[in-house]
């Protein structure tokens, strides 16, 4: 019984003015950066792209952290943590503004075969290769078949030259 009259104490007391007055504290000028936060959160707003370049560099994440501190120090606490939240959106729907997906761009491997063969030519045989194709026995005759020639390799005496 007791614990049923402490839920109950505990519901009156309860009420939707208590819920509304931390919003009392808020100044003109933070109930309409309330607002805009909460808007920005809600809407999808991407970040026009001149201002892309600027939101991902090491400088404006400095401005962003001390725009925190600051609003932590000197404003109500609500708009500190919402302003967490906008900074967070701020930064991802920056970075998704200027990725380029590499497959757009990719061409085929069928593609890319067609253009390598535009730029490389078939070879036309030389002179040179033909000729040596119809004197060489390199290669067309059976390798246990041993041909003699009439060539004799010279060797001289190195006196010991070939030890280095």
């Known amino acids: 019984m007791q614990i049923i009259n402490s ?3 505990l519901v009156n007391g309860f ?3 208590n819920l509304a007055s931390p919003f009392k504290s808020f100044s003109n000028v933070e109930s309409s950066l309330l607002a805009i936060f909460i808007l920005y959160l809600v809407l999808p707003i991407q970040t026009p792209s001149f201002l892309v370049g600027l939101v991902n560099s090491t400088v404006s994440m400095i ?3 001390a725009i925190t501190v600051y609003l932590f120090l000197y404003s109500n606490p609500i708009l500190a943590i919402l302003y967490i939240f906008v900074a967070y959106e701020l930064l991802r ?3 998704n503004v200027h990725s380029v997906k ?3 761009y990719t061409p085929t491997q069928a593609k890319k075969d067609s253009d390598l063969i535009k730029m490389n030519p078939s070879k036309e045989r030389t002179l040179e290769e033909e000729v040596v194709e119809q004197m060489a026995p ?3 005759s059976d390798p246990s078949v041993y041909l003699s020639s009439s060539y004799k390799p010279v060797a001289e005496n190195v006196q010991g030259a070939s030890l280095f």
Do not use: E
Request: aromatic share 6%.
């Open 7 to 9: 839920l109950k104490s």
């Open 15 to 17: 009420k939707v003015s």
């Open 63 to 65: 401005i962003i952290f």
């Open 93 to 95: 729907r920056s970075a």
């Open 102 to 104: 590499m497959a757009a």
């Open 138 to 140: 390199v290669g067309k």
